[in-house]
């Protein structure tokens, strides 16, 4: 058993998980580049013969693809921007700055992670319906201005901020706000990119909330439009991986290519308490 | 203690935030499982009576409720283990002294955590294809015969469980990969001077000591599989007969499509009991578990 075999079977074992797992993506991407019809026949054709753009072009042409791509991309920025400001100055004061009730609050927060957001959603529909955010991008930006796991990711890390540091700035005569941009937010750097990493992708592949809120076809992010149109083109499996492709390439490049602070962020918040 | 007198403006726009559209939302959603909140009162707020627990004696006795709470019991039930399985086997490999280019199949088999849910269930739609999917055709190659996975009541749902699993096990494989990096070696070391074997030394130092990862991801995993939606929504719209409606695919259909807001909103509270109930049960029982 010892020797030889056992890392054939360990590298084995590796290859042949990574293979299955990665299969379906790859797929996707050789599917979406054959022509309408080819995916259909049996057995399934792994390659294309005649490659061909076509299907993307029929998604900008005749479905509007563009225009859901343009929504994702204005929403999961918009939210990644606004969300961050607020739970880095949020996170980091719950850290370094003494407020009456900061222990309380927080505590009462961290208690409120256990809660499932689609307990909101009925009554959070209607409040945003009484402020006239319902179908508007307002609706799906406003309620994701802020979050408690953002503050609590960037509240840890905060934590490490040598008080004295800090204290040298006041005496020097610094206001609280010179402090925080200037000392603060440069320490906090890798925290804000793994958490607007969070933010952008979290936003960008959210389903459940901007299928409520959003009811105008033209407001639809990509999740969206996709649910929908792949119950439109149930045959249509060329044209609805090309969609695929589309939805999920731009996430999938964003988390190769800052994949350290993603790994990274998913530590700190899962030893949390 | 000196105060920050500034601190609250760091604060202030968080919070507001955070209870205005999640609190208040919360405690309204209480509130409003209590009333007859529907299409009549979305129109006028003159039409909203209070019923009390009418909402929730009603869906003890609605069929197509306790169908869809079965449903999600079965994806939870059967999903959770096999997901937390592969995720611990996969860390395991990945956590093999033997084992080569450890960060690109790390990376390669988190991938699919990242992607869009919606976007992957479309793939797997093709996969599960009864005439020409992927997964028939390997079945075929085995000498069994095509299987119905997506239009037959006893098939959807394992289907969407492997979908599931294979969407959601790197996200845990990670953190059980830490966790068994942070087990000290000369644990090993000991137990191999005392004759353990590979099996023993996995059971009796390995397990153990993966105790605390092991909870928080299984208390992560149960509470995240709960909220089935997304999966049924795109692959089988709650069919076939209605074998995948799960909770919250019946709260969304309750409340935004037939709007009984009120209804919808005692759905969204009893999913909330159960998961917290579930989580309390698992915290209780922990310190057991930790000293096999």
């Known amino acids: 058993m010892k020797g030889a075999v056992a890392p054939i079977l360990v590298n084995g074992m590796l290859a042949l998980a990574g293979a299955v797992t990665v299969f379906p993506l790859l797929w996707m991407v050789s599917v979406s580049l054959m022509q309408p019809g080819e995916a259909s026949a049996f057995p399934p054709p792994f390659l294309p013969t005649r490659p061909t753009l076509a299907n993307y072009r029929e998604l900008f042409t005749h479905a509007g693809i563009g225009r859901y791509l343009a929504n994702s991309v204005l929403l999961s920025l918009s939210v990644t921007a606004v969300s961050l400001l607020f739970n880095v100055a949020a996170g980091y004061a719950f850290a370094k700055l003494k407020f009456r009730g900061r222990e309380r609050i927080f505590r009462l927060m961290l208690g409120a992670l256990v809660i499932p957001s689609q307990v909101a959603m009925v009554p959070l529909f209607l409040l945003l319906k009484t402020l006239g955010l319902v179908n508007s991008y307002g609706g799906v930006i406003v309620p994701a201005m802020a979050g408690i796991f953002g503050i609590f990711l960037v509240r840890q890390y905060a934590l490490s901020i040598p008080d004295e540091l800090l204290e040298a700035a006041r005496i020097d005569g610094a206001s609280e706000p010179t402090i925080f941009a200037s000392i603060v937010v440069p320490l906090l750097v890798p925290i804000i990119v793994t958490l607007a990493v969070f933010t952008l992708l979290g936003t960008w592949n959210d389903f459940m909330w901007p299928l409520i809120v959003l009811s105008d076809s033209h407001l639809y992010t990509l999740p969206v439009a996709l649910a929908s149109l792949s119950r439109e083109h149930v045959q249509d499996n060329e044209l609805m991986m090309a969609g695929s492709v589309l939805t999920t390439l731009p996430v999938l490049v964003v988390f190769l290519v800052l994949q350290r602070y993603y790994m990274q962020g998913l530590m700190v918040g899962s030893v949390k308490g | 203690m000196r105060f ?289």
């Open chain 2, 4 to 292: 920050h007198r500034t601190a609250w403006w760091f604060v202030a726009p968080a919070i507001l935030v955070i209870s205005v559209f999640f609190i208040l939302p919360v405690l309204a959603g209480f509130a409003m499982s209590l009333t007859d909140f529907d299409i009549y009162a979305l129109a006028d707020p003159a039409n909203l009576r209070f019923v009390g627990l009418k909402n929730y004696l009603r869906l003890m006795e609605t069929p197509l409720f306790w169908q869809a709470f079965g449903n999600t019991l079965y994806f939870v039930v059967v999903g959770v283990p096999l997901s937390i399985g592969a995720s611990l086997g996969a860390a395991l490999l990945l956590n093999s002294p033997l084992a080569r280019f450890k960060s690109l199949f790390r990376t390669a088999l988190f991938a699919p955590v990242v992607t869009t849910l919606v976007a992957v269930a479309v793939i797997w739609r093709y996969l599960f294809n009864t005439r020409y999917g992927f997964l028939n055709y390997a079945l075929g190659g085995l000498g069994i015969s095509p299987v119905d996975w997506l239009g037959y009541p006893r098939w959807a749902m394992p289907a969407i469980i492997l979908f599931a699993v294979w969407k959601n096990f790197g996200y845990n494989m990670i953190i059980l990969l830490a966790g068994l990096q942070a087990i000290p070696g000369e644990l090993y070391e000991a137990a191999r001077i005392d004759g353990a074997s590979r099996w023993r030394q996995f059971r009796f130092v390995t397990l153990p000591m993966l105790a605390p990862v092991m909870l928080m991801v299984s208390i992560l995993t149960i509470a995240g599989y709960f909220q089935l939606f997304a999966e049924p929504y795109v692959m089988t719209q709650g069919g076939p007969l209605q074998s995948t409606v799960s909770v919250l695919y019946f709260m969304y259909e309750e409340g935004f499509k037939w709007w009984n807001l009120g209804s919808a909103s005692s759905v969204a509270f009893l999913l909330f009991i159960v998961i917290f109930a579930v989580t309390a049960f698992e915290l209780r029982r922990a310190p057991r578990w930790g000293a096999t």
